[in-house]
T-cell receptor, first 114, second 111 residues
Framework: DSGVTQTPKHLITATGQRVTLRCSPR?????VYWYQQSLDQGLQFLIQ???????AKGNILERFSAQQFPDLHSELNLSSLELGDSALYFC?????????????FGPGTRLTVL | GENVEQHPSTLSVQEGDSAVIKCTYS??????FPWYKQELGKRPQLIID?????GEKKDQRIAVTLNKTAKHFSLHITETQPEDSAVYFC??????????FGAGTILRVKS
């Protein structure tokens, strides 16, 4: 157990809908990273927050947004869902703001868009 | 942007043999190279990492080598065991604090 929690574990929804994925980092970690893992794209970095502020941005679609709250938990919002958004979404946390620090991954949320 | 290629995509070895997975990166400014192991249905976990000012790093049966000139780095696992069976991902830290991952290598250790 990495100490990073993610809810829900599984999510099944329909195209066009909006969902929110939640992540709580390890105690003491200030950075949260979001990744998308699909069979054809591998592990893709989406976005990083550090202590409430956006720190780095990857290949995140405009339909997706994220935020980190004062208690350091983070939410990833996915809207106007398409079939291709079906994937495993991981969040990871680390103590510092640079990606030199070890990232601890949560168990993931499996999103299925029908 | 950074691009990381990983080979082979699958690797089968006999228990006790060595396994080598290779990655190449495109951005010469990349300076940090972690390796993650992901067991079936589980989360990725860091197993070893190396910074660009070091050529080799070892941790028990696992080692990573880095050739900055050629822009490639490799994971070496010696005396493989069945519990080493997993998907291994290499990554490179690119500009903007992003980790760019390779496509992964499925390692099967046959007993």
């Amino acid at each position: 157990d990495s100490g990073v929690t993610q809810t829900p574990k599984h999510l099944i929804t329909a195209t066009g809908q909006r969902v929110t994925l939640r992540c709580s980092p390890r105690s003491g970690d200030l950075s949260v990273y979001w990744y998308q893992q699909s069979l054809d794209q591998g592990l893709q970095f989406l976005i990083q927050y550090y202590n409430g502020e956006e720190r780095a941005k990857g290949n995140i679609l405009e339909r997706f947004s994220a935020q980190q709250f004062p208690d350091l938990h983070s939410e990833l919002n996915l809207s106007s869902l398409e079939l291709g958004d079906s994937a495993l979404y991981f969040c990871a946390s680390s103590v510092g703001q640079t990606s030199y620090n070890e990232q601890f991954f949560g168990p993931g949320t499996r999103l299925t868009v029908l | 942007g950074e691009n990381v290629e990983q080979h082979p995509s699958t690797l089968s070895v006999q228990e006790g043999d060595s396994a080598v997975i290779k990655c190449t990166y495109s951005d010469s400014a990349s300076n940090y190279f972690p390796w993650y192991k992901q067991e079936l249905g589980k989360r990725p976990q860091l197993i070893i990492d190396i910074r660009s000012n070091v050529g080799e790093k070892k941790d028990q049966r696992i080692a990573v080598t880095l050739n900055k000139t050629a822009k490639h780095f490799s994971l070496h696992i010696t005396e493989t065991q069945p519990e080493d069976s997993a998907v291994y991902f290499c990554a490179a830290r690119s500009d903007g604090n992003k980790l760019v991952f390779g496509a992964g290598t499925i390692l099967r250790v046959k007993s």
